[in-house]
């Protein structure tokens, strides 16, 4: 168990609807990090928060956004959807930049 | 370009059997570099982190080593066990831009019997 906890587990939808996953970081964690990884993909880095503020940005999708809550959850908020979108949506959070993440046990997102 | 290149892209080996994965990368500047071990369907967990100053860093049964010079680093696993069987990440910290990420594809490794 890392710590980190990420709801739902599992989230099937249909394509054009929208959806929100939450991720609640270790504790004492200031970063967090949003990944995507489709089936048989590496993993891809969306975005990053560090307290608050958007650190950094991947390959996140205009549909998609995300933010840091003052209590330090994040949640990606995924619109429009696509049955590309399908995969599973891991968050990571670390104490600080360059220190090592520690990943959740991933949303799996289904879109029929 | 960034880029995090590891081999093999999957391996097959008898357990008790040691086995080294690779991982060559062109991310400048160099920052540190990560293994993480990832069971299908879970988050990847971390194994080693090795800066520009480390050559060596064991954890366990897994051995990683570094070569800032040549810009490589390999993952050796001894005495395998089927537990070991889940994909293996290498992930390359720098590039530009303070803490960016760029990560290898994996390579999969299955342990048998």
């Known amino acids: 168990d890392s710590g980190v906890t990420q709801t739902p587990k599992h989230l099937i939808t249909a394509t054009g609807q929208r959806v929100t996953l939450r991720c609640s970081p270790r504790s004492g964690d200031l970063s967090v990090y949003w990944y995507q990884q489709s089936l048989d993909q590496g993993l891809q880095f969306l975005i990053q928060y560090y307290n608050g503020e958007e650190r950094a940005k991947g390959n996140i999708l205009e549909r998609f956004s995300a933010q840091q809550f003052p209590d330090l959850h994040s949640e990606l908020n995924l619109s429009s959807l696509e049955l590309g979108d399908s995969a599973l949506y891991f968050c990571?959070?670390?104490?600080?930049?360059?220190?090592?993440?520690?990943f959740g046990p991933g949303t799996r997102l289904t879109v029929l | 370009k960034n880029q995090v290149e590891q081999s093999p892209q999957s391996l097959i080996i008898l357990e008790g059997k040691n086995c080294t994965l690779q991982?060559?990368?062109?991310?400048?500047?160099?920052?540190?570099l990560r293994w993480y071990k990832q069971d299908t369907g879970r988050g990847p967990v971390s194994l080693t982190i090795?800066?520009?100053?480390?050559n060596t860093k064991s954890n366990g049964r897994y051995t990683a080593t570094l070569d800032a010079d040549t810009k490589q680093s390999s993952l050796h696993i001894t005495a395998s066990q089927l537990s070991d069987s889940a994909s293996y990440i290498c992930v390359v910290s720098g590039g530009g831009g303070g803490n960016k990420l760029t990560f290898g594809t994996g390579t999969q490794l299955k342990v048998e019997l």
């Open positions: 090795m800066t520009f100053s480390e």
């Open positions: 990571a959070s670390s104490v600080r930049e360059g220190r090592a993440q520690f």
């Open positions: 991982c060559n990368y062109t991310v400048s500047p160099f920052s540190n």
